[in-house]
């Protein structure tokens, strides 16, 4: 009689135990999500949501400004030029210019040139326009660009007590080549605060 | 006559500070002053209203759609929005745009915009359809 108490208080014993290391162990749980919605990830940096608002927060300035309207030609040319990185994160600038191009080039008011600019993107395109030159044996025409677009993130951070705000500035210039003027800028900003922050960044 | 105990008065005394502090703490309500006479002439347009979230809509409140036209053939909207509450509230929404077929263009300006409004405060919200197809919207909004 001893005997099978003892067995069932151990078994019992057991099934607790079983339950209670099942309890801790975590499934992995993966979803999808919008990732220009606000079930992204939020952090104190730049996530994919913000990239998106800002995007169109530029966007819709450019094209509320009608700085596009006085464009010598329909579609303008337009080379994307430097954009400086001045925040503490390392990014890559697409996520914001990559927007911008794909939105400009779907108003059918801009055509944006490879052949000129920074980054991979021109170097094929002048890769492409040498191969060009070297079977037909004519110059390859390229297409001097109405307009340039530039770009500056900065990043600032402010700290009171154990709240932390980074305030990211996404700043955007259209200049005209033959003026040399600005014909449209913008700054638009998003700030995250942060209690019991960490730094952000490398 | 009964007197009150001196630690009594100075209890209360304290309280009443801090239900004074409490309240002020809490109230974010913004005061707008604007023209008399609006010298703007906007073109409101009618809206379609679906409401599958009553609590959502009793927290904000789309006051009127104006709609423009920029960069030549564009279409932008604005819409004016007004919190109820009388306290901060966080809203997200998001504009989506159809074309003269009834098809949805997958733009790449339709994203969720987190919106924070103080307590009773109004304020306006616009996109520009970046496609020249664009000819309806959707405005929608979640919590």
Redesign the interface.
Known sequence: MKHTITSRLLGLLAVGAMLTFSGCETATETRTV?A???DAINTSAINS?DW??A??GL??SL??S?A??NAPHTPAILAVDRVINNTQMMVDTDLLIK?IR???T????IAITNTMGLGERAVVASEAAELDEMQSGKKAKILVPDYTLYAKLIQQTDKNGKMAQNTYSFQMSLVAVKTGLTVWEEEKQIAKQTKGAGAVGW | MKTIPQSIRLAGGVLAVSLVLFASGCASNVNSYERAESQATPNVIADKRIITDNTLAGTIRVVSINQGT???N?I?IQATVENLRNSQRTV?Y?FEWIDQDGMALD????????LPLQGRETTSI???A???RAVDFRLKF?E
């Open positions: 919008d220009k919605g606000p949501q998106a608002s995007a169109d966007i819709n094209l509320s009608n596009l309207n927007k794909v939105a400009l779907n108003t059918g008011k | 920029v960069s030549g564009l932008k997200n998001k733009s790449a300006n339709e994203t969720w915009k987190t616009s996109t520009v970046i496609s020249p979640r």
